[in-house]
């Protein structure tokens, strides 16, 4: 059993695209990420969700929205795709959302914007 | 925005030696934890570290969080072909985990 799982693993499209990338955890946990994992293996982080709510949102363009419809899933929505895009992203969970927590990771979801 | 550095940002080495890698900051943290990345695969927990001074150990591999709580290093002793991967320090500040930009590390046979 996957205790965070998103898809696609692997998503190719062309520039001005919209796209989601789904996650759904099964751990039972309060709060979810995005991170954006670039070229260089820089892990940012993008947003966060409490229950649904939205907690960080990290100067993320307008373009990106992420969506909760209940505390086990976060899609992440893209809308006119561009060429800097191209990353990798992964969905991540924690228990309650401190710091402390660890995260858990799903495996990422490589996005090729061509 | 705290400045997080992490060092070297690539290592090769051969099975067998040991090794040391650096995670540095200005600023001072309530904890801090190590994660592995192998390829394909998201980040996944090694160890967190809480006091000043703490030192934990996991197999071959020894954390060390700094007395004044601002650096870490994580020491590997006889590296392992499975020990290759990206190794990331994210130190709890603020109000998200933020992951300095990696060691990438390669143990060849």
């Known amino acids: 059993d996957t205790a965070v799982s998103q898809t696609p693993k692997y998503l190719v499209t062309q520039m001005g695209n919209d796209k989601s990338i789904k996650c759904e955890q099964n751990l039972g946990h309060d709060t979810m990420y995005w991170y954006k994992q670039d070229s260089k293996k820089f892990l940012k982080i993008m947003f966060s969700y409490n229950n649904k709510e939205l907690i960080i949102n990290e100067t993320v363009p307008n373009r990106f929205s992420p969506k909760s419809p209940d505390k086990a899933h976060l899609n992440l929505h893209i809308n006119s795709l561009e060429l800097g895009d191209s990353a990798v992203y992964f969905c991540?969970?924690?228990?309650?959302?401190?710091?402390?927590?660890?995260?858990?990771f799903g495996s990422g979801t490589q996005l090729s914007v061509l | 925005t705290q400045l997080l550095e992490q060092s070297p940002q690539f290592l090769s080495i051969q099975e067998g030696e040991n090794l040391t890698v650096y995670c540095n900051s200005s600023?001072?943290?309530?904890?801090l934890q190590w994660y592995r990345q192998e390829p394909g695969e998201g980040p996944v927990l090694l160890v967190t570290?809480?006091?000043?001074?703490e030192v934990k150990k996991l197999k071959r591999l020894t954390f060390q969080f700094g007395d004044a709580r601002k650096d870490s290093s994580l020491h590997i002793t006889a590296a392992q072909t499975g020990d290759t991967g990206l190794y990331l320090c994210a130190p709890s500040s603020g109000y998200a985990l933020n992951f300095g930009k990696g060691t990438s590390l390669l143990v060849t046979p």
């Open positions: 570290v809480v006091t000043g001074g």
């Open positions: 600023s001072v943290f309530s904890s």
């Open positions: 991540a969970s924690s228990p309650l959302g401190t710091m402390e927590e660890k995260l858990f």
